[in-house]
């Protein structure tokens, strides 16, 4: 870069770099016309407005808003936790996103206190630049494409052992419906998000089948996964539709007059009157299940994952015959796990309920 004459066409030329771009022009019949008009056109940029472009709060603004529409709210708050931290390192929300290069965004990587978190941050970044790249269109590349992983041990969960299990059901209060919300968590493997949108017309006592509905999806939409209804699980949600206050939801709230959205305090509460320590959350239940279900060599890991909602696949699987009965034979296996069989007859259909109707989701 500098100053050098064109030995083809005989004429002098000039080049430099500003703020990461290239600016050069050629045609001057002599050196001091070069060297007089680069001088001007560096002093133009530095007189001429810092923001060129679309802002960084201007994009992040855009991509939240895409983002409330298709990722779930913890997922949100995630996001815009990482955006607004990257923001601050810019020194301000304006500055233009065609001025954000990889550099400027390794360094800030750099900076993060651990390797995973190196990651995660890169992970959410990278989205972003690429919702900016290629549905705005507002920047010809993505800064971070080329940045790579760092490599980072992920911390062991602690999986609950079936004696645990045992002790949340005895310290379950029998005037709540803890042990209730335990026993759907257990009996359908679903999250805790899962279990709390469940309605009325997601179970049909009739076929004894189950769906809930999983938003882990690539596009993020929801999908439904249909599980079998066992003999513990059908007399738990028999007793729940019989003691029902409304028609709508299964875990419904009396105090909001709606269902429950998040139960922040409930595991940790249950975990200290079992003398269980330290406690564990609701998504090791998964853990737990997945793992006695692996231990059965019947059970396939394809069922396995059909059951947990991990399929790949977005095609839904509403009907149990699509899967030759493998669903109805792995839930049966977990049937009274952790308790004796309930000596109760066997609850007649709810034939009256309108979710034993023939639905398709």
Known sequence: MGLWKDKTRKHWCYSFQYQNEIYAARGFKTKMEAVAARAKRKEDLKKAPISTGMGYLTLCNLYLDFSSRRHVSKTWKYKKSVFVAFGRFLGGDDFPISKITPDIIAKYLGARPSNNNYNVHRKELSSLFS??????????????KKIEKLPHSVARKRVPQEQDIIKLLLAANPETDEKDLLI???????????????????????????????????GGSYKAVTV?????????????????????????NEKTNDR???????????????GINPSF??????????SLLADNPKISTKTIQNILGHSESRTTEIYLHKLDGAIENAMDSISGRFEPKNENPQPESATKNKKSSQQKH
């Not at 919702?131 to 971070?144: F, G, H, Q, T």
């Not at 079998?228 to 007793?239: C, G, H, R, S």
């Open 131 to 144: 919702y900016a790249e290629n549905v705005l269109e507002s920047i010809d590349r993505n800064p971070v």
């Open 184 to 218: 759907v968590l257990l009996h359908t493997l679903a999250r805790i998000d899962e279990v709390l949108r469940l309605t009325w017309e997601d179970i049909n006592f009739e076929k004894r089948l189950l769906t809930k509905w999983t938003r882990k999806t690539y």
């Open 228 to 252: 079998t209804i066992n003999d513990e699980l059908y007399f738990t949600l028999w007793k729940m539709w019989k003691n029902r206050k409304q028609d709508s939801w299964v875990f419904f």
């Open 281 to 290: 959350g609701f998504h090791t239940l998964r853990h737990l299940m997945a």
């Open 260 to 274: 429950f959205k998040h139960r922040p305090k409930f595991m940790k509460g249950l975990c200290i009157r079992a």
